[in-house]
């Protein structure tokens, strides 16, 4: 069968290290392959989406974090990247953000790329406290993988057309409703 590979715990293992580098380069298709996971869960059982989403959770998390520690030990200014005027203008949006509502950033940000990181950056140079950063990351992580892979695994079991099918609907879905947040977000700073 050609999905062995994708049934296989090596799946979570690949999907884990795609969503922890799509925390730092926005190119890596974590959230594709977080949605093609929650198909292949829902039409061959294995791994099961419960796997899926502890997995894409746990490497969310940690890459948020890493975000916000090197926001936390580097700053925001350091290296000269962060110094170019469309990230000083990301970095301004980010920090005007987290000081209307620290929950409501962090938990709408795991859903935007861009954002993503500039938030996590600011969230670390802005000393926002541990405890409650690691709780506010966790449970925003743990809702987008949910999220994600429920929308690979009920597109699976709504189209007919096994695995293939369902993967292919599945990220075509999952990457129209980002483009769908991506204007509604771009939209909101205006």
């Not at 799509?22 to 039409?43: C, K, R």
């Not at 140079?125 to 690691?134: F, N, T, V």
Request: proline share 5%.
């Amino acid at each position: 069968m050609p999905f062995d590979l994708l049934s296989s715990p090596w799946a979570l293992v690949i999907m884990s290290l795609l969503v922890l580098g799509d925390s730092f380069f926005v190119v890596i298709p974590g959230e594709i392959a977080v949605t093609a996971l929650g198909a292949i869960a829902s039409t061959t059982g294995a791994p099961p989406l419960w796997a899926v989403i502890v997995c894409a959770a746990a490497a969310a998390a940690v890459g948020d974090t890493a975000c916000y520690l090197i926001g936390r030990t580097v700053g925001t200014e350091r290296w000269r990247w962060m110094r170019a005027p469309r990230v000083r203008q990301a970095l301004d949006w980010a920090r005007r953000r987290l000081d209307g509502g620290t929950a409501t950033v962090l938990f709408t940000a795991r859903f935007v790329p861009f954002a993503r990181l500039a938030i996590n950056l600011v969230a670390g140079a802005s000393h926002i406290a541990p405890g409650r950063y690691l709780l506010l990351v966790a449970v925003a992580a743990l809702g987008w993988a949910a999220y994600q892979a429920s929308v690979g695994a009920v597109v699976a079991a709504l189209v007919p057309g096994g695995p293939v099918v369902a993967i292919a609907v599945s990220v075509a879905i999952a990457v129209g409703l980002g483009a769908v947040i991506d204007v509604v977000s771009r939209r909101s700073r205006k």
